[in-house]
């Protein structure tokens, strides 16, 4: 069924304490009842994941600390948007600085959200293929563990522990399925 968007009648903006913005929108809906709902807008210019193909069968994933989990966990190529960047080149500078490669074969495949309920987060899953060696520094703190994945093993790889980042499970699977239509 298609509704029509609710009216927004007023939008809030305060500073939240981390710095993100925080958004209270006055919304009508077509039946009339009207609500506040709260959103999180996002700072910056989105966010890539990037799904590095070593060869036609096998990911490159990396392996690296992850704070909110207090842990190492196991995923993919992934980063923020700079000013100025564009998906694609968001997706292989990030490729260098994390996994020590360059793509000459970059592919937009989709946009990914995080919690679109409430929040306006995107991240860009792009196909990264015809992989060199090179590497950039980066932000992190210490060389990421690269780990060779086998595409056809991702039934294995989406029940380990350390591998739980919701991006990364879906952006292989959607990636696989992209690849098998292409070939």
Request: aromatic fraction near 6%.
């Amino acid at each position: 069924m298609s509704r029509p968007l609710p009216t927004i009648h007023g939008i809030t903006e305060r500073i939240g304490a981390g710095g993100e913005r925080l958004e209270e929108l006055d919304l009508e809906f077509s039946n009339g009842e009207r609500r506040r709902f709260h959103r999180i807008r996002p700072g910056g210019h989105g966010a890539v994941v990037v799904v590095p193909m070593i060869d036609d069968d096998t990911v490159l994933l990396v392996r690296e600390y992850a704070a909110g989990l207090h842990r190492y966990e196991l995923g993919l190529v992934k980063g923020r948007i700079d000013a100025g960047e564009t998906p694609v080149q968001a997706a292989d500078r990030e490729l260098k600085e994390e996994a020590g490669y360059g793509a000459h074969r970059l592919d937009v495949l989709r946009s990914l959200t995080l919690a679109p309920i409430y929040m306006a987060h995107q991240s860009w899953l792009v196909l990264a293929r015809d992989l060199y060696p090179e590497r950039l520094p980066g932000d992190e703190p210490e060389e990421l563990e690269v780990v060779p994945w086998k595409l056809d093993d991702l039934d294995r790889l989406m029940l380990r522990e350390d591998f739980s980042e919701g991006r990364s499970l879906a952006a292989l699977f959607i990636a696989r399925e992209w690849l098998r239509g292409a070939r």
